[in-house]
C-alpha cells in the first residue's frame, strides 16, 4: 500500500512562491495518477491540480491555471506541485492523493475526491497580505 508525505508548506507573503512535494513510500507511485486538493477553513475541500501516471497530461483548477505547476519524478517517487504569485486566497491545507484508476485522466474524475484511494495529511499554506 501507498503511503503519501507532503511537505513544503509555510508562511509566505502575497506574490511569493512555494514548492511542495508529495513523497511516496511502501510502493511505487508510478502506476498512480496523482492529484492535489486544498482545504481552506470552513470551506469544503477543492481540486488544484492532478497529474496522469507518466506525466503526459496536467489538470488545473481555473483558479490556479497558469501560476500553479504539477509535475512528478517517478524515479524519486514524487510528485510537485510549484507554486506561484500566491495570493491570500490560496491560504489552505494542501492534500496530495494517488489513484490506481486506468479511467484517471478522463472525463475529469481527477477532480473528484472519491475517485482518489489514497490520501496523505496535509501540509499547511498560509499567504499573507
Known amino acids: 500500500q501507498v503511503q503519501l508525505a507532503e511537505s513544503g508548506g509555510g508562511l509566505v507573503q502575497t506574490g511569493d512562491s512555494l514548492r511542495l512535494s508529495c513523497v511516496a513510500s511502501?510502493?511505487?507511485?508510478?502506476?498512480?495518477?496523482v492529484g492535489w486538493f486544498r482545504q481552506a477553513p470552513g470551506k469544503e475541500r477543492e481540486f488544484v491540480a492532478a497529474?496522469?501516471?507518466?506525466?503526459?497530461?496536467?489538470y488545473y483548477a481555473d483558479s490556479v491555471q497558469g501560476r500553479f505547476t504539477i509535475s512528478r519524478d517517478n524515479a524519486k517517487n514524487t510528485v510537485y506541485l510549484e507554486m506561484y504569485s500566491l495570493k491570500p486566497e490560496d491560504t489552505a491545507v494542501y492534500y496530495c492523493?494517488?489513484?490506481?484508476?486506468?479511467?484517471?485522466?478522463?472525463?475529469?474524475?481527477?477532480?473528484?475526491?472519491?475517485?482518489?484511494?489514497?490520501w496523505g495529511q496535509g501540509t499547511q499554506v498560509t499567504v499573507s497580505s
Open positions: 492523493a494517488a489513484d490506481d484508476s486506468s479511467l484517471f485522466g478522463t472525463a475529469g474524475l481527477f477532480r473528484l475526491e472519491y475517485e482518489y484511494e489514497i
Open positions: 511502501g510502493q511505487t507511485l508510478s502506476a498512480y495518477g
Open positions: 497529474i496522469t501516471w507518466g506525466g503526459g497530461s496536467t
